[in-house]
C-alpha cells in the first residue's frame, strides 16, 4: 500500500515540474523568446568581437560568443524558475579552460548583470596574472 502512495507522490512531482517547465516556456514565448527577453544582455555581451554570433537558443535558453581556431569563448543565458543563470565558458589552447557562473533574478537591470559579470571577469583575470 505505501508502495501506491509513494509512486502517486512521485507522479504527482514528476507532473507538476513539467507543467511548471511548460509554462515557463510559454511565458518567454510572450515574451518574444529568450532573444528579445535578455536582448540588452546579449547586445552587451556580443559587443566585444564583431565576429559574435548566437551558437544555440532554445525555449529556455540561449548561447552567444564566439569560437575559432584560437578557443572558445561562450555565454550560456537560462531561464530558471523566476531566475537568470549566466554562464562564461572560455577553452583556449593557451589559456585554457575557465568558467564562471552568476545567478540574477529574472527583472533584473540588465546592465547591471552585464557590469556585474563584466566586473567579476576582470578580477578573475587579474587573479590569475598574479599568480
Known amino acids: ?76 543565458l537560462t531561464q530558471t524558475f523566476s531566475k537568470l543563470t549566466v554562464q562564461w565558458k572560455v577553452n583556449s589552447p593557451v589559456f585554457g579552460k575557465h568558467k564562471m557562473e552568476w545567478d540574477f533574478p529574472e527583472y533584473a537591470d540588465q546592465d547591471q548583470i552585464f557590469n556585474k559579470i563584466l566586473n567579476d571577469i576582470e578580477k578573475y583575470q587579474q587573479n590569475l596574472m598574479n599568480t
Open 1 to 76: 500500500m505505501w508502495f501506491i502512495v509513494v509512486l502517486l507522490v512521485l507522479v504527482f512531482i514528476i507532473g507538476k515540474f513539467i507543467y511548471d517547465k511548460n509554462q515557463q516556456a510559454s511565458k518567454i514565448a510572450r515574451e518574444g523568446g529568450m532573444r528579445n527577453k535578455y536582448q540588452v544582455l546579449i547586445k552587451h555581451l556580443m559587443s566585444g568581437d564583431s565576429r559574435s554570433k548566437v551558437y544555440q537558443e532554445t525555449s529556455e535558453s540561449i548561447t552567444v560568443g564566439l569560437s575559432n581556431v584560437g578557443g572558445a569563448t561562450l555565454f550560456i
